[in-house]
């Protein structure tokens, strides 16, 4: 057990990034490959986008972009939304989010918790028809909303430049030979491989992707059928794209909870399949250090208990 922290924060927000690197010595295949998973649930909103999300307002507020008077608005599949929320509310920004209507309800009602105005698109047409409305919304009202945009913002792949990459390398005291996580946004991948390869250029950077179109793994896109983000730049950065079963990432999912006490979202279990799969078909004796990242926990994907602000009995 580890000591008491001694520090206070001033805000939430002082307590996003940092989070620990956690071993995945159960599900290891063999001596001399070590796996580690970066554990972004301990973010205070509950993943790995607090990150960009405080990083996009922070420069919007530095460029003059995000004024007091503007509401924050962007598309998003659940995590950015509640972290769009939680550092609005510290930060004093209203927020505006526009979801697909069949988003789970435990998302919608945490975002809606914080004092944000959720915005439906069809459920039909998922985060691309999410894309497009806030687009219209913000052409149709300009001058009234701050539009972040995770998908073109060069601040969310900052966030992981300066977190999330430089505390991977100091975590592993520079020895990380993999890094292996999914992509949505590709921010993770766009600002933590940039930044490990910058350390080392031997750094092997694996983007995990779902495998089909249509796929189980809340947070991730399958990029051949999605609007290809404008932050994914990968030459020169990613090394290798690994598409992904649904069934093996649930199944993994279960594994680390079973095997490792981690609890986590079906992305992340998406994430350490891929690395488990790097970490097998590596060639006999070759010593590795395999980092994975785990954006949030399982029950954020649970519905929800009754949580209103009255209640009727
Ligand atoms: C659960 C989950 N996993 C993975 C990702 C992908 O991260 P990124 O957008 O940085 O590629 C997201 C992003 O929204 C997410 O919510």
Known sequence: MRGLRTETAESIVDLIGGTPLIRLGK???????????????????????????LQMIQDGVASGALTRDKTIIDSTSGNTGVAYSMVGAALGYKVALVMPANVSAARKQISASYGTEIIFSSELEGSDGAIR??????????????????????????????????????????????FVAGIGTTGTIMGTGRRLKEYSPRVQIVAVEPDDALHGLEGLKHLPSSL?????????????????????????????????????????G??????????????????ACIVTLLPDRGDRYFTPLKWEKQYEW
């Open 228 to 268: 290809v983000p404008a932050i994914w730049r990968p030459e020169g950065i990613v090394d290798r794209r690994l598409p992904m079963p649904t069934e093996e990432a649930w199944d993994t999912a279960e594994e680390v909870a079973h095997h490792e006490g981690l609890f986590v979202g079906h992305s992340a």
């Open 270 to 287: 998406a994430a350490v399949a891929g690395a488990l799969r790097v970490a097998r078909e590596l060639p006999e004796g070759e010593r």
């Open 27 to 53: 599900l290891e295949p063999r001596p001399g490959v070590e796996v580690y998973a970066k554990a972004e649930f301990c973010n205070p909103g509950g993943s790995v986008k607090d990150r960009a999300a």
């Open 133 to 178: 409305m806030v687009r219209q919304l913000v052409a149709e009202n300009p001058g009234k909303y701050f539009y972040p945009d995770q998908y073109s913002n060069d601040s969310n792949p900052r966030a992981h430049y300066l977190g999330t990459g430089r505390e991977i390398w100091e975590q592993t005291g520079g020895r990380v030979t993999h």
